[in-house]
């Protein structure tokens, strides 16, 4: 599975000269609701084929890029609670604010053995004290300032400015470990003007998910276009938003290398989930945007993780995006080789279990295995009802009576072991509510 030839002069640049440098760090980049399809996506731009993410196809062909990684939830709050606290989804939770049972989160545990920790986040959901009182250091970006989008949210300039707050700290420090979360490839998609264009289309102000939203699911106004020019412009933006997301990893990952702290660093770039544009293999659940149901590319999400001189190679089964990253990040920082922390990361992860509790609008799981997913909703008792499971390659569907019975009485396990809270929007502060809006849910 895993191929040799690592590609150990990747990004190597002329770094600052120091006189200590921390080692066996490890950077955490997620992109919000970037799909995993998108990592060498073709489509034409500047009248030539050309791939979306040319900075990330270079890191993947340098390290190990997991083609099925899947998220735990497709919503930001469930997801990046139960990916930094190593937990079940069904035990993250809004309750007014982000509250998580159980587990001990990532940043402790490195912090533990003596990581300093850092996150730079610029999604205002994670504005909680669950995330931010794990690490030692937090930059959160919810002041407006000049270089945020018309959407009113902060670029990916903006929150690398806000990294470059934290070098000294880095430099310092005996080991590091430091998560920054981008929302460009979150609605409103960062889709500068003149990228755009280069892809053959204007900006349009009118052409946001819940518009297109709204049209597919036959109300409201919509986007001043029919429905499937609005949805092709959608794309149109969210691809240009990808492409914007490459380059503000390469400047992020340039500007860390020229300060000479990429040489004994694992980087791993993901996203906390993916993205939906009607295009779920469940035909009678399918939307625009995520967090709305737990199809396919709304729990697809990329993984790549580098370490410059480490093992490079493919993973294409599918693996927990929440074990492959807390046991490849926990392995590396407890000495092991390339090849033991790939093993780490996949070894017990071939199987992915995703939900999503949000009173109102969908209540479910999801549970993937080689080939078979398995898809059903909550009750109100907690109850797993309308099971299907779905030949994830070949195609075709299996009624909940034909898939085997193990597999049924593994989810309903999981689901039995869990409190599952949902998410009571009036018991949300006014805060939150706005922060939810703005992103574009509640509305």
């Excluded at 000269?17 to 996506?41: C, E, Q, T, W, Y």
């Excluded at 979150?186 to 049209?215: C, K, W």
């Excluded at 409201?220 to 914007?244: I, Q």
């Amino acid at each position: 599975m895993l191929a040799g030839g690592a590609l150990g002069s990747i990004g190597a640049r002329a770094c600052r000269a120091l006189s200590h440098k921390p080692k066996r760090n490890i950077l955490l980049i997620v992109h919000d609701a970037m799909r995993g399809d998108r990592i060498g996506f073709t489509r034409a731009i500047g009248g030539r084929t050309r791939s979306l993410t040319p900075f990330l196809d270079t890191l993947a062909g340098g390290g190990i890029l997991f083609e099925r990684a899947i998220a735990p939830s497709s919503w930001t709050p469930i997801s990046m609670g139960a990916i930094l606290y190593d937990t079940s989804p069904l035990g993250v939770y809004y309750k007014g604010e982000l509250a998580i049972d159980g587990g001990i989160s990532l940043a402790r545990r490195l912090s533990d053995k003596g990581y300093f920790t850092a996150g730079v986040i610029a999604n205002g959901v994670l504005d909680a004290s669950a995330i931010k009182d794990a690490f030692e250091r937090v930059e959160m970006l919810m002041s407006q300032s000049e270089d945020w989008t018309v959407g009113g949210k902060p670029t990916g300039d903006a929150v690398n400015r806000r990294v470059e707050r934290l070098l000294d700290s880095l430099r310092q420090s005996k080991s590091f470990f430091l998560y920054v979360h981008y929302v460009d490839t979150h609605d409103r998609y960062t889709a500068p003007a003149g990228m755009l264009r280069a892809f053959g289309y204007e900006p349009n102000a009118m052409i946001t998910t819940s518009r297109v939203r709204d049209q597919f699911l036959k109300r409201g106004s919509g986007t001043g276009l029919p429905y499937d020019k609005g949805l092709e412009n959608l794309v149109a933006h969210y691809d240009t938003s990808v492409r914007y997301a490459d380059a503000t990893t390469k400047n992020l990952m340039d500007m860390l290398d020229d300060e000479g702290l990429l040489d004994d660093t694992l980087v791993m770039v993901t996203s906390d989930h993916g993205e939906e544009f009607a295009d779920g293999e469940i035909v009678e659940d399918r939307n625009v945007g995520h967090g709305y149901n737990l199809s396919y590319p709304e729990i697809h999400s990329p993984l790549i993780v580098f370490k410059r001189g480490g093992a490079a190679g493919t993973i294409s089964a599918p693996v927990s995006l929440t074990r492959a990253i807390n046991d490849t990040a926990m392995g590396f920082a407890s000495g092991a080789s390339a090849r033991e922390q790939w093993a780490r990361g996949t070894g017990s992860a071939n199987e992915a279990f995703s939900a999503l509790v949000w009173e109102g609008v969908f209540a479910g799981v999801s549970y993937i295995a080689g080939n078979l997913r398995v898809y059903g909703h909550l009750d109100k008792g907690n109850k797993i009802k309308d099971l299907r499971a779905f030949a994830m390659r070949g195609g075709g569907g299996f009624t909940a009576t034909e898939m085997p019975a193990h597999v049924g009485e593994k989810v309903a396990a999981m689901v039995a072991q869990a409190d599952v809270k949902a998410f009571d929007p009036s018991k949300a502060n006014d805060s939150v509510k706005k922060q939810l809006k703005a992103l574009g849910y509640l509305n």
